[in-house]
Nanobody, 123 residues
Framework: QVQLVESGGGLVQAGGSLRLSCAAS????????LGWLRQAPGKEREFVAA????????YYVDSLKDRFTISKDNAKNTVYLQMDNLKPEDTAVYYC????????????????WGQGTQVTVSS
């Protein structure tokens, strides 16, 4: 029902910026909350940010709200994650996903996932 493809990851120095993209497709994708989640080596996957496609409402984990911004481009069917002032602890595989449960901050409530894109922040 929903296909998601991430891009934009790479290597960046601490203090730098990256913008990740998630191209969405499928007949019903626009009815979902679409999120960004990440998994650092040896750590559990965690919620980063989400956006309700139909309304544009956004949701963030409090610790990242001042540095990360989620947005969308309706014409391109794409969700973005702008990441500023990156820190080494931001190093992770970043995934976009579609919420199929009710709690946007719960990793297990996302039912459709992209393949992930690696973000590495050097110090």
């Amino acid at each position: 029902q929903v296909q998601l493809v991430e891009s934009g990851g790479g290597l960046v120095q601490a203090g730098g910026s990256l913008r990740l993209s998630c191209a969405a497709s499928g007949r019903t994708f626009s009815t979902y909350v679409l999120g960004w989640l990440r998994q650092a080596p040896g750590k559990e996957r965690e919620f980063v940010a989400a956006i309700r496609w139909s309304t544009g409402s956004t949701y963030y984990v409090d610790s990242l709200k001042d540095r990360f911004t989620i947005s969308k481009d309706n014409a391109k069917n794409t969700v973005y994650l702008q990441m500023d002032n990156l820190k080494p602890e931001d190093t992770a595989v970043y995934y976009c996903a579609a919420l199929t449960g009710i709690t946007y901050s719960a990793v297990s409530h996302y039912g459709y996932w992209g393949q992930g894109t690696q973000v590495t922040v050097s110090s």
